[in-house]
């Protein structure tokens, strides 16, 4: 298959101790699985569509405005969304309010989010800026697997402590959510990357490489911007 990259592994109770593996682009899957040419639909992790029920209770400018509409008309359409490629990048500068445009797009697609920050005060703020316009679940996502119970509207983290179920909206520091297994990654439909340039790192980038969901949203005001240049692509 052009493009994809081909291997062996071992599994456990196979009769010669290997299996062949192909590695495929994400957008293919959906069609291979379909017509059964990959493995058969009960041993593959398939990225869930979770939805949710979310308000956006805020106003967007008219610069705002423009944006979240394009991106919707033109990236998050729903023929994107079942092809594996609905992506974005938001490239806007600091206090031109990327974060209001990610919480109305989490509204308009109702999918269960990941949103990762970089560091602990920049969940708290995105918790703050959210929980102020979106009427959902919003938590913070800590690295036990564990949330604080968020008051959606006052801008309350809360105290870590376990809770029923993932949120509708869970905020995570990166060096967090590049521990979650696969299972994790499953309960979320839709991840945003915050400061999405700080990623390309060699270490940061495996959460892009493990985000297994329908939709990404990278958000960043200096792209192209690293001395080391590994955020260029």
């Known amino acids: 298959l052009p493009g994809a990259a081909t291997g062996t592994v071992g599994l456990p109770g196979a009769a010669t101790g290997t299996a ?16 059964q040419r990959l493995l058969p639909p009960p041993r593959i992790l398939w990225p869930a569509q979770n939805r ?7 106003e967007l400018d008219e610069n705002q405005q423009i944006v979240f509409d ?10 994107a969304i079942r092809a594996g490629v609905a992506a974005a990048l938001l490239n806007m500068q600091a206090g031109l309010g990327k974060t209001f445009v990610a919480a109305a797009l989490i ?13 602990d005060n920049l969940r708290v703020q995105a918790i703050d800026d959210m929980q102020s316009v979106l009427d959902c679940r919003i938590e ?20 870590p402590g376990p809770a029923p ?7 995570i520091i990166v060096n967090s959510a590049t521990t979650l297994t696969a299972e994790q990654m499953r309960d979320y439909s839709f ?5 999405v340039h700080a ?26 911007e690293r001395a080391d240049a590994l955020d260029a692509d």
Not at 20 to 35: A, F, G, N
């Open 165 to 171: 179920g993932p949120a509708d909206v869970a905020v």
């Open 140 to 159: 913070p996502w800590t690295a036990a697997g564990a949330v604080g119970a968020g008051v959606v509207g006052t801008g309350a983290v809360g105290s």
């Open 20 to 35: 062949v593996y192909v590695c495929v682009p994400r957008c293919w899957l959906w069609s291979l699985v379909h017509v």
């Open 107 to 119: 509204a308009a697609l109702g999918l269960r989010t990941l949103y990762v920050v970089l560091r």
């Open 70 to 79: 394009w991106l919707m008309r033109e990236r998050f359409t729903p023929a």
């Open 191 to 195: 991840v945003i990357y915050d400061e």
């Open 199 to 224: 990623f390309a790192s060699p270490g940061r980038r495996a959460i892009l490489r493990s985000t297994m969901t329908w939709v990404n949203l990278g958000m960043s005001a200096t792209t192209n």
């Open 52 to 58: 949710i029920r979310a308000v956006f209770r805020g």
